[in-house]
T-cell receptor
Framework: DAGITQSPRHKVTETGTPVTLRCHQT?????MYWYRQDPGHGLRLIHY???????DKGEVSDGYSVSRSKTEDFLLTLESATSSQTSVYFC?????????????FGPGTRLTVL | AQKITQTQPGMFVQEKEAVTLDCTYD???????LFWYKQPSSGEMIFLIY??????QNATEGRYSLNFQKARKSANLVISASQLGDSAMYFC?????????????FGTGTRLTIIP
């Protein structure tokens, strides 16, 4: 158990509404990540953070923003949800940014945009 | 070009047999790590095993081992004595050592079904 929780676990929303997903960790890890999982694509990185208020884009960042005001919380916001953002969202943490460092994943959030 | 390729969308294996899940990768970076994750039907991503590009020996974790063939750029997962609980999706992933490249790159996965 890597001490990661995600909330909500399930959400159904309508196109055009804002949505915020929360990732919370208890291990004080510096690095946090948001991925989305879609059939046929594996997991793809949306945004990541390498410290409080330090964030950067991943490969599928369009339509998403993030914030990290505390070490333990990493928020993912869909400013205006679209049906293409229907997906399962995973948060992950890592102790360091090295290629040797394992990323551990939260339980996931299933988001449906109608 | 795909960075991680898993060519077996699905596999059926008899219980107690060994199973090999294929993974090939593509990178020009000499420093990289290879990871395998298991995703059961409940949906969570479970870390199984890691292999570093400079490691001389194949990684092992209990019933899991990683058959690392650097020249062929392959990192196959071997599960010995398969169990019903091994039925799941399995993802191979890579993390490269270039500065600022923080992400894991995933393959599309292999769905393993263990037959009693």
């Amino acid at each position: 158990d890597a001490g990661i929780t995600q909330s909500p676990r399930h959400k159904v929303t309508e196109t055009g509404t804002p949505v915020t997903l929360r990732c919370h960790q208890t291990e004080n890890h510096r690095y946090m990540y948001w991925y989305r999982q879609d059939p046929g694509h594996g997991l793809r990185l949306i945004h990541y953070s390498y410290g409080v208020k330090d964030t950067d884009k991943g490969e599928v960042s369009d339509g998403y923003s993030v914030s990290r005001s505390k070490t333990e919380d990493f928020l993912l916001t869909l400013e205006s949800a679209t049906s293409s953002q229907t997906s399962v969202y995973f948060c992950a943490i890592a102790l360091a940014g090295s290629y040797t460092d394992t990323q551990y994943f939260g339980p996931g959030t299933r988001l449906t945009v109608l | 070009a795909q960075k991680i390729t898993q060519t077996q969308p699905g596999m059926f294996v008899q219980e107690k047999e060994a199973v090999t899940l294929d993974c090939t990768y593509d990178t020009s970076d000499p420093s990289y790590g290879l990871f395998w994750y298991k995703q059961p039907s409940s949906g969570e991503m479970i870390f199984l095993i890691y292999q570093g590009s400079y490691d001389q020996q194949n990684a092992t974790e209990g019933r899991y081992s990683l058959n690392f063939q650097k020249a062929r750029k392959s990192a196959n997962l071997v599960i010995s004595a398969s169990q019903l609980g091994d039925s799941a999706m399995y993802f191979c992933a890579m993390r490269e050592g270039r500065f600022g490249n923080e992400k894991l790159t995933f393959g599309t996965g292999t769905r393993l079904t263990i037959i009693p």
